[in-house]
């Protein structure tokens, strides 16, 4: 069974520094595409970043660009998203999504990887609050 844990969040003051992980079980991190999502109060979820595992890039939302940095440990099977200077505009609730990886995938990666459609298993969120 695939399983997505995200842990990390909390209360972090504006200009500070949270870094979020999202474990994964069940399947190969390496064949896998996955996302940093986030939603906040009355808003619609919007997707922050993501990483193909197999081949490394990365994609990010121009919002956070220059901030955040994501990464994966394939050996942990563990993504990670080090949020820098943030924003009081960062709260929310910060989920991971996976999706399983092919080469169609990555070569259309970079139009559809911030839409929600594109991934099929998804973990609890964390929050992120930042205080102004």
């Known amino acids: 069974e695939v399983q997505l844990q995200a842990s990390g969040g909390g209360l972090v003051q504006a200009g500070g520094s949270l870094r979020l992980s999202c474990a994964a079980s069940?399947?190969?991190?390496?064949?896998?595409?996955i996302g940093w999502f986030r939603q906040a109060p009355g808003k619609e979820r919007e997707g922050v970043s993501c990483?193909?595992?197999?081949?490394?890039?990365?994609y990010y939302a121009d919002s956070v660009k220059g901030r955040f940095t994501i990464s994966s440990d394939n050996a942990k099977n563990t993504v990670y998203l080090q949020m820098n200077s943030l924003k009081p505009e960062d709260t929310a609730v910060y989920y991971c999504?996976?999706?399983?990886?092919?080469?169609?995938?990555?070569?259309?990666?970079?139009?559809?990887?911030?839409?929600?459609?594109?991934?099929?298993?998804w973990g609890q969120g964390t929050q992120v609050t930042v205080s102004s």
């Open positions: 990483i193909s595992a197999s081949d490394g890039r990365t």
């Open positions: 999504a996976v999706r399983p990886s092919d080469r169609s995938l990555r070569l259309r990666l970079w139009l559809i990887w911030y839409n929600v459609r594109t991934y099929d298993t």
């Open positions: 069940g399947f190969t991190f390496d064949d896998y595409v």
